[in-house]
């Protein structure tokens, strides 16, 4: 059970951390708010999204390649293919869109529209859900799948409001870009170790 939560632990960190347009906005948006409560419509917003979209990748993937050996052995490949891919994409990106100051202050109603549409009309969002946690989960069954998918949600959940919270901190993003850099890097890294713990996993 402690494997199976330190290792969804590390898949939710690897896949949460790089400051895509969902993490840009939240931590934009905390920077932006007079105080930390009036990002909690955000905060709470993106961490129900992510909550969906897990509960539906780790039970309904799972639920359909249920006892067919090769969905499992290609859904595992293509979450390790992918793995591999964005952590080198991630690696070589430099998250300037941080610093472009677009993000604006906004009414509770326009933040839970925004931050859901950046949630659930995301594509990378999806593929990281589906794709990778929702085949992740494959390996694992009964309460083994179950701690799995209530840590990915934790990591999500403390995610969102962390994140948040130090935009309302440093006010802005790092002008530098060099704490951006380091965070992909770190990013990365998890994502090629997570890929070869699921290639191993083919061979078992």
């Not at 059970?1 to 895509?20: D, E, K, S, T, Y």
Request: hydrophobic residues 55%.
């Amino acid at each position: 059970m402690l494997q199976v939560v330190i290792n969804a632990f590390l898949l939710a960190l690897g896949l949460i951390l790089p400051l895509g347009a969902q993490n840009v906005f939240v931590f934009n948006q905390g920077a932006l708010q007079p105080r930390y409560v009036r990002a909690l419509p955000i905060t709470i917003t993106a961490s129900v999204c992510d909550t969906l979209l897990i509960s539906l990748a780790v039970f309904g993937v799972s639920a359909v390649a249920l006892g067919i050996a090769w969905i499992k052995v290609s859904l595992l490949s293509i979450g390790v293919l992918f793995l591999l891919y964005m952590g080198w994409v991630i690696w070589r990106s430099k998250p300037s869109a941080a610093k472009d100051g677009q993000a604006r202050r906004l009414g509770a109603r326009r933040q839970i529209a925004l931050t859901a549409s950046l949630s659930l009309l995301n594509p990378h969002a999806i593929m990281d859900t589906v794709g990778v946690i929702g085949t992740s989960a494959l390996r694992y069954d009964g309460l083994d799948k179950l701690a799995f998918a209530v840590t990915c949600i934790t990591v999500s959940w403390l995610w969102f409001h962390g994140l948040a919270l130090a935009g309302r901190i440093a006010g802005k993003a790092d002008p530098s870009g060099r704490f951006l850099v380091a965070l992909n890097k770190i990013s990365a890294l998890i994502m090629w170790g997570t890929a070869i713990y699921l290639g191993l996993s083919l061979f078992e």
